[in-house]
């Protein structure tokens, strides 16, 4: 099958994409979402109920330009966990001063719950999916080629495949060259398109038959 002179620029822009992916990842790695690399977590029980919002303004104000992500521990709002790079004791004694003076608290630094979380490996983050990514695979090559016997289904799963595999390395490319960070949500959005893109796909086949 021969290209038009735009397909052919269409294709040449995403083989060099992805080829400028691969730089970027060969020179600087996969970058992730704070809470998968080596970071510190501060546990904070405040012991009265406080809104995510106005303690989320505590620690803007606390640790700046820092990356946080902060998240609540229970239910009612009294304990919160903050995820950061790392955390000065100048920054341990300014958030317990700031926590107290906002809302009327008498924490001391010593009440702080402060751990090192180690970094996860990005094999370990995409393990879980090896199992069900497999299954799927089987059932869909079993299915196209009960369902599509007549219609040379090698081929078309060979087509299908190579553009969800097209897809998602053009995904990835753009996610490593922008240097955002990987998280499962990322993961989990690519697998959702993987799914999409088979479905439309299949969908366009059946109403040709």
């Not at 977590?41 to 992500?69: A, H, M, Q, R, W």
């Not at 609540?72 to 317990?96: H, M, P, Q, R, W």
């Not at 016997?149 to 060979?158: F, H, Q, T, Y």
């Not at 595999?165 to 499962?184: G, K, M, Q, W, Y």
């Amino acid at each position: 099958m021969k290209l038009s002179g735009s397909k052919k620029i269409l294709l040449l822009g995403i083989i060099l994409l992805i080829i400028a992916g691969i730089v970027v990842v060969a020179l600087k790695g996969v970058k992730v979402s704070l809470t998968l690399q080596q970071h510190e977590t501060v546990k904070v029980y405040i012991g009265k109920k406080v809104e995510l919002k106005e303690f989320k303004n505590i620690c803007k104000e606390v640790f700046d330009n820092k990356t946080v992500s902060i998240r609540e521990n229970e239910y009612f709002n009294e304990s919160f966990t903050i995820n950061l790079e790392t955390i000065t004791d100048e920054e341990k004694t300014k958030l317990v001063e700031k926590i107290n003076e906002k809302l009327g608290t008498e924490l001391a630094v010593e009440s702080l719950e402060i751990n090192t979380a180690s970094n996860i490996r990005i094999r370990d983050i995409v393990k879980p999916y090896f199992k069900p990514v497999i299954i799927s695979t089987v059932l869909i090559i079993v299915y196209m080629i009960i369902r599509f016997r007549k219609m040379s289904a090698i081929k078309l799963l060979a087509k299908i495949f190579g553009i969800i595999i097209l897809t998602e390395a053009v995904i990835f490319s753009i996610i490593a060259i922008t240097r955002v960070p990987l998280s499962p949500t990322i993961i989990n959005l690519m697998a959702v398109i993987a799914v999409i893109e088979l479905i439309v796909y299949i969908n366009k086949i059946e109403k040709k038959k």
